[in-house]
């Protein structure tokens, strides 16, 4: 099977999925019900690599199958990151989850397995649409007073959750992340934004932002008609909702999209320097 009748074929599973997780989950079939999320977005990833692939010879699953399957982990392991620092700010929480354990961590496993691939996809099809394209800025070399007044601001976001834990501490912990992992990416000669920006473009941080706004979207959507599912207690405006997300609350996955850039570049040049794996990356 050639690649692109492998992409024709994904794109035809993840509408085919979709449409069959729907009508499922609507006739009460429970299996649909309490995996509605993370059976929708592995449609949602599988729809837009053949479209990606198609469209622009970019994909994780097709073009860069190695860097998927080390994705996958990788983004199981990352989320946890966050959902330690929810031990202290407890912005979020699961309901209606499976008694059983070991299929509860599998709905907790798969979903998590696909935040990373699902924000990656999705700013390689806007990448594909040009969005952005012409946004140039006047360059700017990062210098080295810059460089560690970041560093220092993006540790103190992220380390403020645990001297005073706090619901309100959740801007730093969607923020602290660029600010400490960028400016290291650059200085490492790896992908980043300040790289972009030293070049006179931030096209990528935009789409970057785009793919956090609109998977953020699609989360909140069809959470919200998932049986397993999470809910909020943001303190800011937690009342005025979109779905089970407080409106304010969905300016945090254009930051959140951004930190899935800088984290896992990251991980992927540690993972080389200690275990000589090559494959894990991600280019604006």
């Known amino acids: 099977m050639t690649k692109r009748t492998t992409a024709y074929l994904f794109i035809v599973i993840g509408i085919a ?53 080390w994705m996958l982990p990788i983004s199981i392991g990352l989320w946890y990151v966050f959902e330690f620092y929810n031990l202290f700010l407890d912005n979020w929480h699961y309901i209606n989850l499976p008694e059983n354990r070991a299929i509860r961590y599998t709905g907790y496993f798969w979903s998590f397995a696909t935040i990373w691939p699902g924000i990656f996809e999705t700013y390689i099809l806007l990448g594909g649409l040009k969005l952005f394209e012409k946004i140039t800025v006047k360059p700017y070399r990062l210098t080295s007073r810059a460089f560690w007044i970041l560093i220092v601001i993006g540790t103190v976001f992220e380390i403020l959750p645990f001297i005073f834990p706090n619901r ?64 909020y207690t943001v303190p800011y405006l937690g009342d005025v909702k979109l779905f089970e997300m407080p409106i304010v609350g969905f300016l945090g996955f254009i930051p959140f999209a951004a930190e899935v850039f800088v984290m896992y570049v990251f991980i992927g040049w540690l993972f080389k320097k200690l275990f000589g794996i090559e494959r894990i990356t991600f280019r604006l």
């Open 168 to 231: 309100y501490w959740a801007p730093t912990i969607w923020t602290g992340f660029v600010l400490l992992l960028d400016p290291i990416n650059y200085r490492l000669g790896l992908p980043s934004f300040l790289g972009q920006w030293e070049n006179g473009r931030l096209g990528g941080l935009f789409r970057i932002f785009t793919a956090g706004l609109i998977c953020g979207f699609l989360w909140e959507f069809w959470n919200f008609w998932a049986g397993a599912k999470w809910v």
């Open 17 to 69: 999925n979709y449409l069959i997780a729907e009508y499922l989950k609507l006739s009460g079939f429970e299996f649909y019900r309490t995996f509605f999320t993370p059976i929708v977005w592995t449609g949602y990833i599988f729809f837009l690599d053949g479209i990606n692939h198609l469209f622009r010879k970019r994909s994780l699953i097709i073009d860069d199958t190695a860097n998927f399957l």
